[in-house]
């Protein structure tokens, strides 16, 4: 009987403020720094927008709501940390609700050291958005679809 396939599903929160601005986080993981939307990883028995919800507490201590589906990959990616496991993540439009629990920074990395766990949000301006603000292939695509978007 041959292996199944490996997947890992990942889903993030897209959140613009009324500043035309869009929530990123900055975090070191697994020695890696990296910049990337809010949210994590899909945990077995769980529908992804309890995932991302229950991810936003759990980083932010932020109750969040739902607007809209946004975009799932439709190419194959592997995933950064995992040999032979494929990614698929899926971003939602959502919003924070009041009142914000956490500490935005002005600038990236705004922690003491490069430490597993260690993260900080910032709010990046949407006219500043590029696929090189980003770490990982699928956050790129989603930062240039995001701007065409909300450019209209």
């Not at 507490?57 to 975009?71: A, L, P, V």
């Not at 592997?78 to 990614?87: G, K, N, R, S, T």
Request: glycine residues 6%; charged residues 20%.
């Amino acid at each position: 009987m041959a292996d199944l396939p490996k997947f890992t599903v990942r889903v993030y929160g897209l959140f613009v403020n009324d500043q035309n601005q869009v929530l990123v986080v900055d975090e070191c993981q697994l020695g890696k720094a990296m910049t990337k939307f809010p949210g994590g990883g899909l945990e077995f028995g769980e529908g992804t927008i309890d995932c991302l919800k229950r991810e936003a507490m759990e980083e932010m201590n932020q109750s969040i709501e739902i607007t809209s589906h946004f975009y799932t990959t439709d190419f194959f990616q592997p995933a950064f940390f995992y040999e032979h496991v494929q990614l698929i993540s899926i971003y939602y439009r959502a919003k924070l609700i009041p009142p914000l629990r956490f500490v935005a920074s002005s600038q990236p990395f705004d922690f003491p050291e490069m430490k597993n766990g260690n993260m900080s949000f910032r709010w990046l301006n949407l006219c500043d958005l590029q696929a090189e603000n980003f770490t990982f292939p699928v956050d790129k695509r989603v930062a240039i679809m995001l701007n065409q978007a909300l450019r209209g």
